[in-house]
């Protein structure tokens, strides 16, 4: 079991920048795979950015390549997506996920690929 708990949503200005932090226990090592997901209302959740832990390859969906940075200082640290330039458009409910796969899956995967999630912090961009 994996446990994932998300802090830092909040609410923003277009232009500024937020940190949600996620905090991992449970048994996970240094090959699991971490993302960020986010849904907004009446769409479905997309993957934000993805974090393979065995080597510390980072992945961006293309809305927010440029702009969002996903980290983590070690496996047992908390997964950090540093967020900027923020748009309305990222208004959402931003989700930690965790799972147990392949790097290449954990780049291109869906949400049907992640069996570990936290609870949500909502993230609100106004213009």
């Known amino acids: 079991q994996v446990q994932l708990v998300e802090s830092g949503g909040g609410s923003v200005q277009a232009g500024g920048s937020l940190r949600l932090s996620c905090a991992t226990s449970?048994?996970?090592?240094?090959?699991?795979?971490l993302a960020w997901f986010r849904q907004a209302p009446g769409k479905e959740r997309e993957r934000v950015a993805s974090?393979?832990?065995?080597?510390?390859?980072?992945s961006y969906a293309d809305s927010v390549k440029g702009r969002f940075t996903v980290s983590q200082n070690g496996y047992k640290n908390p997964l950090i997506l540093q967020m900027a330039n923020l748009k309305p458009e990222d208004t959402a409910m931003y989700f930690c996920?965790?799972?147990?796969?392949?790097?290449?899956?954990?780049?291109?995967?869906?949400?049907?690929?992640?069996?570990?999630w936290g609870q949500g912090t909502q993230v609100t961009v106004s213009s």
């Open positions: 449970g048994n996970i090592d240094f090959s699991h795979c």
């Open positions: 974090f393979y832990t065995g080597g510390a390859i980072a």
């Open positions: 996920a965790a799972a147990y796969i392949s790097p290449k899956l954990c780049h291109v995967g869906t949400q049907s690929d992640f069996g570990f």
